[in-house]
């Protein structure tokens, strides 16, 4: 064991592989999600990463689009970006807490800005997690994961109290 493995643990921190040793959770298959983003890449890129993992997704290039689909037919979850074109992402979050339909849909903002001091007032009107871009793997999965263990988004596995395979 290196030194600075021995400190790692004298600190209680993690190792850098232990996020993949264990278990992690995850929200049920078919989860539905709308990814609202104008970039077509971060569109594909996270609409790719969660098909992967058994999730559903729709998308939407703009704020309006987003809220008329959100409206007709609720997601179990939303990634929205902070700058599009026309409505912004925080007008646009405003709007999904004041409808009926959507006011509990966890909603993850995300936003390109390296300053990103978007997340503190996030917490304020709404939001539910913040990720910057760009982003990998690993943040998409935490802050959904961070949503199943606080009980906003149902775990993968549980389905009215029978277990699941998974």
């Known amino acids: 064991m290196s030194q600075l493995d021995r400190f790692r ?39 790719h990463m969660l098909n992967q993992n058994g ?8 704020a309006e689009t987003a809220l008329k689909l959100a409206a ?11 700058v ?10 405003r ?11 966890p ?5 390109g800005n390296p300053q990103a001091v978007e997340e503190f007032y996030l917490k304020k009107i709404g939001a539910d997690g913040f990720m910057k871009k760009p982003f990998g793997r690993y943040e998409v999965f935490s802050r959904i994961e961070r949503l199943v263990s606080a009980g906003e988004l149902p775990a993968r ?7 699941e395979s998974d």
């Open 55 to 62: 999730y559903e997704t729709r998308d939407a290039g703009d």
């Open 157 to 163: 596995g549980v389905r009215e109290g029978q277990a």
């Open 84 to 93: 599009l074109p026309g409505m912004s992402g925080f007008t646009a979050l």
């Open 95 to 105: 709007k999904l807490r004041r409808h009926p339909a959507t006011e509990s849909v």
């Open 72 to 82: 007709e037919d609720p997601p179990d979850l939303i990634f929205l970006d902070i």
């Open 107 to 111: 909603v993850i903002m995300i936003s």
């Open 9 to 47: 643990r004298l600190l209680g921190m993690r190792q850098p592989d232990d996020r993949r040793q264990g278990r992690r959770l995850h929200a049920r298959r078919g989860m539905r999600v709308l990814v609202v983003d104008d970039s077509r890449t971060i569109v594909a890129a996270l609409g």
